[in-house]
């Protein structure tokens, strides 16, 4: 795994150590914290996110203009509810993040009450997000608040996300490989899971870190994992548990643990 690849990782759970020798240790707490976790695909087996996507937009370009422009407009958001929310959507540690999608899902995600959906979403997170990193790694290219000097909604990473591309995003692969995969565990809620990882990749640029071309392309690359993933046994394995989870989930009258009305207005705001 390389510096880059152990660099999202870390931003993704949060963890007091590292997943690679040599790679930058991240202390969020002096507690120990678990390594982060084996994805279901080797390296040679992940979509090669050069071969998929097109370079970054070039400066000057009429879709850098198009990035610029969104970004402007994202910016103007910071501080309100949308942004709220956008920082909630950066955080990948569990076990917060396994209730990204539970009200999209309406039903309670957690380790206790359904671990396969939990041991599922933590494993693939691995995997999508690899997946963008070698075009990460080639192009490098500087994130939003690097260009337009306002506010990130971490800034306590801010070091971290001047030294890792932005293109594609990493958290919107992690997002909309997420969405695809419980819309198949809970196919009745599709339409609201999807639309809930269109708006968790647009957080990102909320959080003034990624333009919209890395958000779309990130998606890109997360439909392509997730497309990879069905060929694993395991995967399609804890899929189909997951999917068992969530109707006993459901029959117990299992409901989210986050507030969802608030959820819903800061969606409304941005």
């Known amino acids: 795994m390389n510096r880059h690849v152990s660099l999202v990782l870390a931003l993704a759970v949060l963890t007091a150590g590292c997943?690679?020798?040599?790679?930058?240790?991240?202390?969020?707490?002096?507690?120990?914290k678990p390594a982060p976790p084996t994805g279901y695909l080797t390296a040679d087996?992940?979509?090669?996110?050069?071969?998929?996507i097109p370079p970054p937009p070039a400066p000057g370009s009429a879709a850098q203009a198009r990035d610029d422009a969104a970004a402007k407009a994202a910016v103007?958001?910071?501080?309100?509810?949308?942004?709220?929310?956008?920082?909630?959507?950066?955080?990948?540690?569990?076990?917060?993040?396994?209730?990204?999608?539970?009200?999209?899902?309406?039903?309670?995600?957690?380790?206790?009450?359904?671990?396969?959906?939990?041991?599922?979403?933590?494993?693939?997170?691995?995997?999508?997000?690899?997946?963008?990193?070698?075009?990460?790694?080639?192009?490098?290219r500087?994130?939003?608040?690097t260009v337009n000097g306002a506010p990130l909604c971490t800034p306590a990473f801010e070091a971290v996300l001047r030294k890792d591309g932005s293109y594609p995003s990493g958290h919107s692969a992690i997002g909309w490989g997420w969405a695809l995969i419980l819309a198949e565990v809970a196919p009745d809620r599709a339409d609201a899971i999807l639309a809930r990882g269109r708006a968790f990749g647009q957080s990102r640029m909320v959080c003034n870190v990624h333009w919209q071309s890395d958000i779309e392309?990130?998606?890109?690359?997360?439909?392509?994992?997730?497309?990879?993933?069905?060929?694993?046994?395991?995967?399609?394995?804890?899929?189909?548990?997951?999917?068992?989870?969530?109707?006993?989930?459901?029959?117990?009258?299992?409901?989210?643990?986050?507030?969802?009305?608030?959820?819903?207005?800061?969606?409304?705001?941005?």
Not at 19 to 32: L, N, V
Not at 46 to 52: A, F, I, Q, R
Not at 100 to 122: F, I, K, N
Not at 232 to 259: H, I, M, N, T
């Open 19 to 32: 997943s690679s020798t040599g790679a930058p240790k991240i202390q969020a707490t002096t507690a120990p």
């Open 45 to 52: 087996a992940l979509p090669n996110s050069l071969g998929l």
């Open 76 to 140: 103007a958001l910071s501080g309100g509810p949308r942004w709220a929310l956008a920082t909630v959507d950066a955080d990948l540690s569990f076990p917060a993040a396994a209730e990204t999608y539970a009200c999209a899902m309406d039903v309670r995600v957690s380790e206790a009450d359904t671990p396969r959906l939990y041991a599922l979403l933590r494993r693939s997170l691995s995997d999508t997000g690899r997946s963008p990193y070698p075009t990460k790694t080639k192009y490098q």
């Open 142 to 145: 500087a994130r939003p608040f």
């Open 217 to 270: 392309e990130g998606r890109m690359m997360g439909a392509a994992t997730v497309a990879k993933l069905h060929a694993s046994a395991e995967f399609r394995d804890d899929l189909k548990a997951a999917q068992a989870e969530v109707a006993a989930a459901r029959a117990k009258g299992l409901r989210p643990a986050r507030d969802c009305a608030k959820e819903t207005a800061e969606l409304a705001a941005g």
